[in-house]
């Protein structure tokens, strides 16, 4: 039996469930690919920046070679656009390699991890590979309650997960939550606040996770090039965090784990200021949009600071989901998140939110 060889810890694991591929909608339903619209993984409806896509075919010239493994004119572009050091910076294969590596890097079998039972499953994962034990705090309102968080924190507790916007509810925490929060977290305990979704973020009471790195405090910042810069498929994110901290998740992390034409399309992308705002705005209108027509079909919706929202449906998410699928539109069933009657639908564009609306309208006979 191979799983004797295996690490316990390894076996306990349900692997990761990804929303379904527009090419495997595609193959299944005997659908042409271009009928199909993905609204399932909160990926950017308008794609990368055509900035990054000309980065992208210029860097593929050059894929003979290894990139560079330090990252270093991307780090100095980072380091730049968010007013830190080149040396507060870690980059990943998507923001999710980032959280692997600061659980491999700190997390011990006998350690204690923190996070709210509906958050990115990631935790779960990374928690699980280190055979460390998760500690979960329900959500209040949807929302992360920072204070019953704040109140399981042992001595064993080693990292604090929040994703701040949450997913899948979209709620968040405000910068005096998180202000009151950080007053509480003694020096043993890092906090990864990931904002996978900051720059969609429209309240501003959003907190400055930032500022907690510049005091010195043990907190890592995670951000993704996945979402408003559109480059979900390429893997590249990144962490905010001490030099300190740096250094230590820099022994753990593979050499080359960001590669060159990721790299060349970050760099791109993070000057093309105007597909940022474009995306923005898209985003925003196409929220209200969504929550307008949603209510005049009578369904329940959690508000969202992010590129999705959490749709009640008072009825199975799975059996929606898969009725969806005939009709070309992808959305994601959220049983894993216990929301087993909610389905998580990303915000599209205006032709994409309205297939997704005609979709949902016919399969719950509305
Ligand atoms: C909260 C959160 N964190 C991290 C990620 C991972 O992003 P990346 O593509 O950078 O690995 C996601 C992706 O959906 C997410 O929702």
Known sequence: MIEKLARKSALTITPYQPGKPIEEVARELGMPEEDIVKMASNENPLGASPMGIQAIKDAAEKVGLYPDGGCYYLKQDLAKHLDVASENLILGNGSNEVLMIIADTFVNPEDETLYAEQSF???????????????????????????????????????????????????????????????????????????????????????????????GRSVVTLRTFSKIYGL???????????????????????????????????????????????????????????????????????????NFMLVHLNQSGADVMAEMLKEGVIVRPMKGYKFPESVRITIGTKEQNDKLLTALKKVLGK
């Open 232 to 306: 979900a498929g390429l893997r590249i994110g990144y962490g905010i965090t001490t030099p300190e901290i740096v250094k230590i998740l820099d022994k753990v992390r593979q050499p080359f784990n960001v590669n060159a034409v990721a790299q060349a399309a970050a760099i791109a992308s993070l000057k093309d200021k105007e597909h940022v705002e474009k995306s923005v705005k898209v985003n925003s209108e196409g929220k209200k949009y969504l929550y307008e027509k949603l209510e005049e079909m009578g369904l329940e919706y959690v508000p969202s600071e992010g």
């Open 121 to 215: 499953v990631v935790y779960m994962l990374a928690t699980k590979v280190s055979g460390a034990t998760a500690v979960t705090v329900p959500l209040k309102n949807y929302t992360h309650d920072l204070e019953a968080i704040a109140d399981k924190i042992t001595d064993k507790t080693k990292v604090i997960f929040i994703a701040n916007p949450n997913n899948p509810t979209g709620t968040m925490v405000t910068a005096d939550e998180v202000k009151r929060f950080m007053d509480r977290v003694p020096d043993h305990v890092i906090v990864v606040f990931d904002e996978a979704y900051y720059e969609y973020v429209e309240r501003d009471d959003f907190p400055n996770t930032v500022e907690y790195v510049r005091e």
